[in-house]
């Protein structure tokens, strides 16, 4: 049976408000996904703490499926309104648990397929790097410190719920994570533009990782140093450089050429 909350001080109602911010998100480990394509993307299995609906969504939609899966709570447009992320909320939400950052199982497969980010900081260019690894079959993503938060609502939103598909671990050391790599027999490419060479014409059908750089310093040069060889994206216009998450998306891109099978 679904709940009503009415009232701005009622503590659930507090505790998802305070999931806007990253401390609160690390401290309970949980985040806020939002809107009808993604609460709609979680996984069957995917640990969800409760749904939040609006008075028009139940009457309009329906909640059994949330009531089965989860605590279900009502409230009004306004209060909604001042838990939403949005502009025009469509009514619905729900408070899922953080992935579980077992990086061991990333490393079962053949022929692995990696991203590591260096300081990755916009938002919107993470969760559209996230949505374009799942497409592209990415086995992993790897998030230096000084990365935005993977759960941030703008990158959350960014993802269209891809966020639930691909492995992300944050925080890491890029160094620890290319030592695992060496040991793993992946070879780990640094997107560059001094680069030697174009991604077309590297092995890529082979265990393969992409480190990108920060989107206005690029890689620094420790980071650069990790990696076997450096890797440029062929640009015969005028621009410098491409966004960040371009440049990968065209990077991981090459990586789906060479496995069509």
């Known amino acids: 049976m ?58 309009d939609n329906g909640i059994r499926n949330f009531e089965k899966k989860a605590e279900t709570y009502i409230v009004s447009e306004e209060l909604f309104l001042a838990l ?49 690894a799942d497409a592209c079959g990415v086995d992993g993503i790897f998030l230096s410190k000084g990365s935005v938060d993977v759960y941030n609502a703008k990158v959350l939103r960014a993802t269209m719920g891809s966020v639930f598909h691909v492995p992300i671990v944050q925080n890491v050391t890029l160094e620890e994570i290319a030592l695992k790599l060496k040991e793993n027999k992946v070879s780990l490419y640094a997107a560059h533009l001094k680069g030697d060479c174009y991604p077309y014409q590297l092995p890529l059908e082979k265990g393969c990782a992409f480190m990108i750089g920060n989107e ?38 090459e990586v789906v050429r060479q496995r069509l099978k």
């Open 2 to 59: 679904a709940i009503k909350i009415e009232s701005h001080q009622n503590k659930i109602f507090k505790q998802i408000k305070g999931l806007s911010l990253k401390k609160n998100r690390d401290k309970e480990g949980l985040f806020v996904a939002e809107g009808l394509r993604f609460v709609s993307e979680i996984p069957p299995d995917w640990e969800v703490e409760m749904f939040v609906v609006t008075k028009t969504y139940a009457k």
């Open 84 to 132: 939403s992320d949005t502009e025009n909320p469509q009514g619905v939400l729900a408070v899922c648990k953080k992935q579980k950052e077992e990086q061991e199982e990333i490393w079962k497969k053949d022929s692995l397929f990696f991203l590591l980010a260096e300081e990755l900081n916009d938002p919107g260019n993470l969760g559209t790097v996230i949505r374009t």
């Open 216 to 253: 206005a310093r690029g890689l620094s040069e420790e980071a650069a140093k990790l990696c076997e060889r450096w890797v440029k994206i062929p640009m015969p216009g005028k621009a410098e450089s491409l966004n960040a998450s371009i440049a990968a998306g065209v990077l991981m891109y």
